[in-house]
Each structure stands twice: as structure tokens, then as C-alpha cells.
């Protein structure tokens, strides 16, 4: 019965076309016709499915690992990834890091990847920054109170201050812009912790997106540890059905209203809720029980957008599960007769689409 509810709903879904790049000027042609398809239906929303891969610990991605991002792109073209990379891959030696740096290039030129920032407070970046490494607090331990991280890894970015931030910013963009990637525009600090000083951080540095906001209930899938409860930011108004928000000057939360946190293209910084949480943290089962919990809303004619991530060090071995759960939204935006759409798409192409219906 559950698997016949499923295949009923996909079959009232469209879906988007594949695309193949021969040149940069079929490929310009190729990204103004995919930004196109991202346009919702006339009688429903738009469900935007968005895919993050997180680079935690770039130096232990393995060839495998490697091989099952690069495959997972194969099997699903129509997929828009927002690959959230990590310079510390330049501060610790990284065994894959050219393969690394072409993967990500090639999806950005050939498969209109995104390439964003994600950062952990591990000692070789932040001094590579000129900043004073910290190992306290830790979001992985019982309490806030007394813990700490000698690593950093666990050390949430929003524990240094506003002046630290932006030198770990500029460090960060400079690495960018020495290896060819170009101005990142969306943001997410490890573990997903955030605040204000860090959200108006990012926003005064260029980025456009946060890619944070992050479900702490049970409602759905396994939780962090006590201690990122009470340091992350985050609280019950995140769920797992979230849609994207601007930020507002007063709160991290989508509680918040006017005036919003304003960026460098005039529009309000965004916030994308990381809403299907993470690899380890739940099923494909879950995965798609949530996605159809944005279908159900988009019906009502107002679009959402599902996030699904994925951390670069465990693809291969969450392979199967997130192959799954694309086939499943490929299913999804096949069918042309839909009420809803369903579409891939970027965290900056879902912030502009939202932009855009916002005005």
C-alpha cells in the first residue's frame, strides 16, 4: 500500500529535461533554459529539490567516495548540486585534492554545479587565517558547559568573534579565488551552527545564501548531541517542513520579520532549511517521507524546497541510499500533467526564484 501511495504521487508530478553541453555558448543557452524550467505551475507551487555535499574532512575522501559523487551525478543529470567546500583542504594535506579540485570544476563548468563555503574550526585554517585557535566549546558533548574539541572539528564558528570571522571569510575567499573557483555565494558553518554576528558576517562578505537553519526535533530521523542543542542557534521553529526565509536582523529564526539582513545584490540574505537533515541521521525512507510532505504544501499553490545532504568523506558509503532517493525525485518530475512541479535546482537558484515571488 505504501509503495503504491508513492508511485500514485509520482505519477501526477513534471518533470525537467536532461541536458548535454557542447560549448560554452550551448552551454549559457543550456543554463538560461534551466533556469526557466525552475518557473512553477500556474495552478501549484514548485517543490525545488536542492542536493549539498559537505566537505568535513576533505583528507580522508576516498576514491571511492570520489567515485560514488561522480557517479551519482551521472545516473541523475538533472541534478543541481550545491557543493559546500572546505579550504582547509589547502591547510591539511589532502591525498585527493587535485581529483577534488577537478570534480568540483567539472560539475560547476559541465553540470551547472554551485560551489559554496563550509567551514570547521580546525587549527590549521584558523591560523592559516591569522586567527588564535580555540577548542572550546564542543557541539559533541553532553554539556556546553566544560567541553571542548582539541581538533576544533566541533568547535561552532559563531564561538569566535565578529573580527575573527571576517579575517576566517577573507582567508577563505582568497583560497577561492587562487584556485579558480570564483565568488562563492552560500554559506554554511560546520555542524550547522550559526548567529547573528555570523549571519551579517557572511552577508557583508559577499554571500547571498545560508545553508543552516537546521531541524533539532525527533520528529524525524536521529539528533546531534546535547550540547549543539544549547550552542547551535536553532530551536523547535526549524522543521522538517521549513521553507526558505529571509533573515531577519533581530533572529536567526524564521520567526523573524523586518528589515531583513541585507546583501551585496540589494535582496535579503536567505536562509535554505537543511531540512531533510543529513546522510547519517536518516533514511531514504525519511527522505522521502519529507518530500512528499513539500508536495502536499506546493498543492496548496505556494512552492517550498527539500534539502538533501551528503557528507564527501561517507558518499560511497551512503551510495545506494541517496541513488535511491533521486531516482525517487527523478519519478517525481517525470510526469507532465502535474498540478506541482518538482525541480532541481541550485540554493542560489532557490533563493532567486524565492526573491523573485517575494517582490
Not at 142 to 152: H, V, W
Amino acid at each position: 500500500m505504501k509503495h503504491l501511495l508513492l508511485t500514485t504521487i509520482a505519477a501526477v508530478l513534471l518533470g525537467a529535461s536532461t541536458v548535454e553541453v557542447f560549448g560554452e555558448e550551448k552551454r549559457q543557452k543550456q543554463i538560461a533554459s534551466s533556469n526557466k524550467e525552475l518557473t512553477g505551475s500556474t495552478n501549484g507551487g514548485t517543490v525545488f529539490v536542492t542536493l549539498v555535499s559537505h566537505f568535513d574532512r576533505p583528507w580522508t575522501m576516498s576514491s571511492k567516495d570520489l567515485a560514488a559523487l561522480q557517479t551519482l551525478t551521472k545516473n541523475h543529470p538533472k541534478v543541481r548540486w550545491t557543493h559546500l567546500f572546505n579550504p582547509v583542504s589547502y591547510t591539511t594535506p589532502t591525498p585527493l585534492l587535485e581529483n577534488i579540485e577537478t570534480f568540483l570544476k567539472e560539475s560547476q563548468k559541465k553540470h551547472f554545479a554551485e560551489i559554496g563555503v563550509h567551514l570547521h574550526m580546525y587549527q590549521t585554517f584558523v591560523e592559516g587565517a591569522g586567527v588564535e585557535f580555540r577548542i572550546k566549546p564542543s557541539v559533541s558533548a553532553k554539556q556546553a558547559k566544560g567541553s571542548f574539541d582539541r581538533s576544533g572539528y566541533s568547535v561552532p564558528m559563531s564561538a569566535y568573534t565578529g573580527e575573527e570571522i571576517l579575517l576566517m571569510l577573507d582567508f577563505t575567499l582568497a583560497q577561492f579565488k587562487s584556485r579558480g573557483f570564483g565568488v562563492p555565494k552560500t554559506f554554511c558553518a560546520g555542524f550547522y551552527t550559526t548567529s547573528l554576528e555570523l549571519q551579517n558576517k557572511i552577508a557583508l562578505k559577499g554571500f547571498t545564501s545560508s545553508a543552516a537553519a537546521f531541524p533539532p526535533g525527533k520528529e524525524v530521523g536521529s539528533q546531534y548531541a546535547p550540547s549543539w542543542h544549547e550552542l547551535a542557534g536553532w530551536d523547535t521553529s526549524v522543521t522538517i517542513r521549513s521553507v526558505p526565509y529571509r533573515i531577519s536582523k533581530s533572529t536567526i529564526l524564521p520567526t523573524g520579520t523586518q528589515p531583513f539582513i541585507q546583501t551585496v545584490d540589494g535582496n535579503p540574505l536567505v536562509e535554505i532549511p537543511q531540512n531533510c537533515k543529513i546522510d547519517w541521521m536518516v533514511t531514504a525512507e525519511d527522505m522521502k517521507m519529507i518530500i512528499n510532505h513539500h508536495v502536499r504544501f506546493a498543492k496548496k499553490g505556494r512552492s517550498t524546497a527539500v534539502c538533501l545532504a551528503i557528507h564527501e568523506g561517507s558518499a560511497d558509503r551512503y551510495f545506494t541510499k541517496f541513488n535511491d532517493v533521486l531516482e525517487y525525485v527523478d519519478d517525481l518530475s517525470a510526469n507532465r500533467n502535474a498540478q506541482v512541479k518538482v525541480r532541481y535546482a541550485t540554493v542560489s537558484q532557490v533563493r532567486a526564484k524565492f526573491i523573485e515571488h517575494w517582490k
